[in-house]
């Protein structure tokens, strides 16, 4: 197998809002399969899109270049624009045509930089608004229903913009009591209580996301053994692929994660989650452990390997090309942007960010 077949199997983080010549030269010789950005990475509109142009010109194939551009805190082009309001702000709205116009505006938003896939909906059930989980704020819908109507009209409006979704975090982080960027959650409900409440909403969305993102928490109810979902061949091999019927990309969530950092060390995470099933693996942060995961990939039996490069190679078939870039766009959907916020919060309310904004919290930087 050449060199850089198995460098599809990673989706990175890239440091810095430039390429340095140690980053570009590492990308060039392992090919990533895909780039995730962060707000580390954004200065300015112009500079974004010089920056995923070079990215993509590292790349012999059309890379994946993705994004959490969700809304609220987790929106990473605030840093360059308009704060969106956030999932939870939306819904209390109750107005669709506002989430519409949210999922369009991002869309297009994201294609004028050169993204190709947006890492969401979030399709988490909120039990409980303030629960310290990592998902405040970032939730559709406190009911099956709800969440099933507003996030697949976000959903749709993205996809129609030509950008790919990804839904997390199956099989669902609501029952979580600790924030897994910092530990394991132990989600300990029934299999008959996930399937008439998270997973009712996830099996709603097989055919309707290009992507689905595995969360990193150990659920009893699918494994005696204490281990991640994101690394549990039971959960994605015996319940997203074969029960619920999914066969689209399956990605982990970020491996820098404290949930999966304390579960099992770098060495085991990388080839555990590709044998689990997942068809790629993410390295947000520790760049530099790229290659060391390549490796780590070379080690798999072909099969496993062949398995996940056909799905990355399927959910590429679909990558849209990036549209011509242009300030004075980008300056009026972000002015549309200002203008659903102030629709949906009111004028005062509006003028405020998030409450961490500005602060380092797990969900900005991750």
Same mark, same amino acid.
């Given at each position: 197998?050449?060199?850089?077949? %198995? ?13 340095? %010549? ?33 990215? @993509? ?44 116009? $949210?999922? @369009? ?30 998902? @405040? ?26 950008? %790919? ?15 897994? $960027? $910092? ?32 969360? $990193? ?89 062949? @398995? ?59």
């Amino acid at each position: 197998m050449e060199r850089t077949e %198995l460098g599809q199997l990673l989706l990175v983080g890239v440091p810095g809002a430039e390429l340095d %010549l140690e980053t570009a030269t590492l990308f060039r010789r392992i090919q990533p399969g895909g780039f995730i950005l962060f707000g580390r990475n954004i200065k300015s509109p112009k500079q974004l899109r010089q920056f995923i142009d070079d990215l @993509r010109d590292l790349s012999s194939r059309e890379p994946i270049v993705g994004i959490d551009q969700e809304g609220g805190r987790v929106s990473r082009l605030k840093m360059i624009g308009n704060e969106p309001p956030n999932a939870q702000q939306l819904r209390l709205k109750g107005d669709e045509s506002l989430i519409r116009q $949210h999922g @369009r505006l991002t869309g297009e938003l994201l294609r004028i930089f050169g993204f190709n896939l947006d890492l969401c909906p979030v399709l988490d059930i909120s039990f409980d608004d303030e629960a310290d989980n990592s998902l @405040r704020g970032r939730c559709w819908g406190t009911g099956v229903s709800q969440v099933v109507q507003f996030a697949g009209a976000f959903n749709r409006e993205l996809v129609s913009a030509g950008v %790919l979704t990804c839904g997390k975090h199956f099989p669902g982080y609501a029952g979580a009591g600790l924030d897994p $960027h $910092h530990d394991l959650p132990v989600i300990s409900r029934t299999k008959a209580d996930l399937e008439s409440c998270e997973l009712a909403i996830f099996r709603q969305f097989v055919d309707e996301v290009s992507a689905m993102m595995v969360g $990193h928490a150990w659920y009893p109810a699918f494994d005696q053994e204490k281990v991640p979902a994101s690394l549990s061949a039971n959960v994605i091999q015996g319940l997203l692929k074969s029960e619920l019927k999914y066969d689209g990309l399956v990605m982990t969530d970020d491996l820098d994660m404290g949930a999966a950092i304390n579960s099992a060390g770098f060495d085991e995470t990388i080839p555990k989650a590709i044998t689990a099933g997942s068809d790629m693996v993410m390295i947000c942060h520790r760049v530099n452990l790229a290659e060391q995961a390549y490796y780590l990939l070379t080690r798999l039996e072909p099969e496993i390997t062949d @398995r996940a490069l056909a799905s990355v190679t399927k959910l590429k078939s679909r990558l849209a090309p990036p549209t011509q870039f242009s300030e004075a766009r980008f300056q009026e959907l972000d002015r549309q942007v200002w203008n659903l916020r102030v629709a949906t919060l009111g004028e005062e309310r509006a003028a405020q960010r998030s409450p961490d904004d500005g602060k380092r919290s797990p969900v900005e930087m991750y």
